[in-house]
C-alpha cells in the first residue's frame, strides 16, 4: 500500500502541473488541453498591440511585475484563474510566454469577446475597450470611428474613454455588429445595452389614520 507521505507527493505533484480553467464570460477554457500559443499558430509578425489570455503560476506582485516589465503598462482585466488579458505586441507576447512566471499563453480571440447572451435583435450594445491609462477621449473617438465606418454603424457614443455604445439599425442584426466589432483589436468585451426605464414605484396610500407606512416596492 501507498504510504500516506507517498500519496501526499503525489498529490502535491499532480497539483502541480495541473492546467487552469480560465473563466471567460463566454465560456471556459481548459488549459490542460488547450495548446499554448506557438508562433506557427498566428501570422503577427508586426508591432500591433494585441489582446493575449496570460496564466500565472501563482499571482501575486512579483509574478504580475515579470509581465508588467516586458509591456511596459499595467495589466489589464483579471480573469479566474491565475489569468490575465494583457495589450502585447508579437515580440512581448512571445518574451511573456518564456518567462519562469507563466503556465500558459493564448490569443485572446474574437469569440471570446461577445455575451453568448446577445439578443439578435438587440438594438444598442455596449463595447468595452481595454483599460489602457494612456487612453484619452479623442484616442477612444478615433477607436469608435474606425468601428463604425468598418461595422457600417452609423450611430454611437463614447460613454468613456472604454466604453463605446453602438445603435443598430432595425435591419441589421446584433450578432453580425459584434463579430465585426469582436475583430477590433482593442475591443475587450460586447453586451446588449436595453434600454433604460424610469422606477416609478406605486404608492398604497393609508385610507385609515394610524394606518402603516406608505409601502415603496424595491427595485428588481
Known amino acids: 500500500a501507498m504510504s500516506p507521505v507517498a500519496m501526499l507527493m503525489l498529490a502535491l505533484v499532480g497539483t502541480a502541473t495541473a492546467g487552469t480553467t480560465i473563466h471567460l464570460k463566454a465560456g471556459k477554457i481548459d488549459t490542460t488541453n488547450t495548446e499554448s ?11 500591433v498591440l494585441r489582446l493575449y489570455l496570460v496564466s500565472l503560476k501563482e499571482v501575486n506582485e512579483a509574478s504580475k511585475m515579470t509581465v508588467k516589465r516586458v509591456i511596459q503598462a499595467d495589466l489589464e482585466e483579471y480573469i479566474p484563474d491565475k489569468t490575465f488579458v494583457i495589450l502585447a505586441n508579437h515580440e512581448q507576447i512571445y518574451e511573456i510566454k518564456d518567462l519562469d512566471t507563466v503556465a500558459w499563453v493564448g490569443e485572446y480571440k474574437a469569440r471570446y469577446k461577445i455575451d453568448p447572451s446577445l439578443p439578435e435583435t438587440a438594438t444598442k450594445i455596449s463595447v468595452m ?5 494612456h487612453r484619452g477621449s479623442e484616442e477612444g473617438e478615433n477607436i469608435m470611428a474606425e468601428i463604425k465606418e468598418r461595422c457600417s454603424v452609423s450611430k454611437g ?3 468613456t474613454s472604454n ?5 443598430l439599425e432595425p435591419s441589421q442584426k446584433a450578432s453580425e455588429v459584434a463579430k465585426c466589432v469582436a475583430d477590433q483589436n482593442e475591443v475587450t468585451w460586447i453586451e446588449d445595452r436595453p434600454e433604460l426605464k424610469a422606477f416609478q414605484p406605486e404608492l398604497k396610500v393609508p385610507a385609515l389614520k ?4 406608505l409601502e415603496i416596492p424595491k427595485e428588481l
Request: hydrophobic content about 45%; charged content about 25%.
Open 37 to 47: 500559443l506557438k508562433e506557427v499558430d498566428v501570422d503577427l509578425q508586426d508591432d
Open 129 to 133: 475597450l481595454g483599460h489602457d491609462n
Open 157 to 159: 457614443g463614447l460613454a
Open 163 to 167: 466604453l463605446i455604445v453602438l445603435q
Open 210 to 213: 394610524g394606518a402603516p407606512p
